[in-house]
T-cell receptor, first 117, second 113 residues
Framework: NAGVMQNPRHLVRRRGQEARLRCSPV?????VYWYRQLPEEGLKFMVY????????ESGMPKERFSAEFPKEGPSILRIQQVVRGDSAAYFC???????????????FGEGSWLTVV | DQQVKQNSPSLSVQEGRISILNCDYT??????FLWYKKYPAEGPTFLIS?????DKNEDGRFTVFLNKSAKHLSLHIVPSQPGDSAVYFC????????????FGGGTRLMVKP
């Protein structure tokens, strides 16, 4: 998957705990996206970030979820006070620039599977 | 409101035959379409894409057709191979939405030897 690294691959949290998912984009990519896949469903857009900026967070739940992409280091998706409904696969993707019309491809990581017990 | 729909949740095809996966969309602002392949417990892998200024794009065994008037696209795989068995997602993006992709629900393709 072209070098997008996500960790942890699997995470188990009890209800009420915090989950932190990390994503290192392909080297040189400055655009990061987070998607969530619930069981038996397609991928749903959550948030789009560039370095130090949130560009579009229209898919993020209003509460408990936050994302960042600092100048240095990986992008972090943080889920506070997790509930069972947060159990899903969370995929990070990266691209070199905006404008997929120009042929840029979005590369996905292997995903982080969150299970809330 | 599902803007991208894949109405067939599964498809079974014999090895060597053609696989045709379909996708419909409702948002006329979409101008770029992609197909991704996904194995269990892995991330989606990019397969092929098409811009709205084209009606066909071919890459080896994979061809994507776009019918803008019908807001329909399809992925043809020929000849199908057992290794093609996976879930296929179509996705769409609009230029004014950056690279945000809207995905269909996926079609599980099974290619029988």
């Amino acid at each position: 998957n072209a070098g997008v690294m996500q960790n942890p691959r699997h995470l188990v949290r009890r209800r009420g705990q915090e989950a932190r998912l990390r994503c290192s984009p392909v080297k040189g990519h400055s655009h990061v996206y987070w998607y969530r896949q619930l069981p038996e469903e397609g991928l749903k857009f959550m948030v789009y970030l560039q370095k130090e900026n949130i560009i579009d967070e229209s898919g993020m739940p209003k509460e408990r979820f936050s994302a960042e992409f600092p100048k240095e280091g990986p992008s972090i998706l943080r889920i506070q006070q997790v509930v069972r409904g947060d159990s899903a696969a969370y995929f990070c993707a990266s691209s070199p620039s905006a404008g997929s019309l120009y042929g840029n491809t979005i590369y996905f990581g292997e995903g982080s599977w969150l299970t809330v017990v | 409101d599902q803007q991208v729909k894949q109405n067939s949740p599964s498809l079974s095809v014999q090895e060597g035959r053609i696989s045709i996966l379909n996708c419909d969309y409702t948002n006329s602002m979409f101008d770029y379409f992609l197909w991704y392949k996904k194995y269990p417990a892995e991330g989606p892998t990019f397969l092929i894409s098409i811009s709205s200024i084209k009606d066909k794009n071919e890459d080896g065994r994979f061809t994507v057709f776009l019918n803008k008037s019908a807001k329909h696209l399809s992925l043809h795989i020929v000849p199908s191979q057992p290794g093609d068995s996976a879930v296929y997602f179509c996705a769409a993006s609009a230029l004014n939405a950056g690279n945000m992709l809207t995905f269909g629900g996926g079609t599980r393709l099974m290619v029988k030897p």
